[in-house]
């Protein structure tokens, strides 16, 4: 987004600044399970607060060890994608039997991230950074302004506040991979429940030592019968 500068209306000189979010996406869940890490997002991408896109996929995998998904400005992450290429080429150039792994991903994405937030033009995304190698299993976040951090569970958006309740209460270390995914899906069924930006079409991805996975999109099965939701206001004072 192209902006005149106030500050010198006689100059055509412009600034490129993402100053506020257009098109964005909803939240994104990353869990480790027995043998790697699991991690889910919708495909919806929202317009301000039209749900206007039904197909962007926001789980990408990077390099060989590496999968990172993103919630908020769709633009933002796609120039992290660009970055990311970037930086996984020039890795590649060394040719010297080495590669980056998850850990040396996610600390890049936390200087960038901080980096932009300095120069008061962030990069308008929370992203989780998820891997394995070696037989170590990595999985961390970081926000747009560079607060990062690593654990077993992790979300962005309002998964932050509604999944990782459940998954304190459901998560552990061994975990297969058909009880994660119903754990995700658990996780994303809530959050489609109750967050208005929240599209019902999404992809889970894996990650091991053998490599990523990504799902094709497929849908929950959802009941919209309970009391809560036919009668919303029953109990509430007042005429509305």
Request: hydrophobic share 35%.
């Amino acid at each position: 987004m192209k902006l005149l500068d106030s500050t010198d209306s006689g100059n055509n000189s412009s600034i490129e600044r993402t100053q506020y979010p257009y098109v964005t996406g909803t939240s994104v869940i990353g869990i480790k399970y027995k043998d790697g890490i699991l991690m889910a997002a919708d495909m919806g991408a929202s317009y301000g607060s039209t749900l206007r896109y039904k197909s962007v996929e926001r789980v990408k995998p990077v390099g060989k060890h590496s999968l990172i998904g993103a919630s908020g400005e769709i633009s933002d992450f796609q120039e992290i994608l660009r970055s990311l290429d970037e930086l996984i080429l020039y890795d590649n150039m060394w040719d010297d039997g080495n590669s980056l792994g998850p850990k040396e991903v996610h600390n890049y994405l936390t200087r960038m991230m901080y980096n932009r937030r300095n120069k008061f033009d962030p990069l308008w995304n929370s992203l989780v950074l998820g891997g394995v190698k070696n037989g170590q299993k990595y999985l961390g976040m970081v926000s747009m302004i560079g607060v990062h951090f690593e654990d077993n569970h992790v979300a962005t958006g309002f998964g932050n506040h509604l999944a990782r309740p459940i998954l304190r209460d459901e998560w552990h270390e061994n975990l297969t991979f058909e009880d994660g995914v119903k754990l995700l899906e658990k996780c994303m069924r809530v959050l489609l429940y109750r967050d208005r930006s929240a599209v019902n079409k999404l992809q889970i991805a894996k990650i091991t030592e053998e490599g990523v996975t990504v799902s094709q999109p497929y849908s929950l099965k959802t009941f919209w019968n309970f009391n809560a939701f036919q009668n919303p206001t029953a109990g509430a004072e007042g005429s509305w």
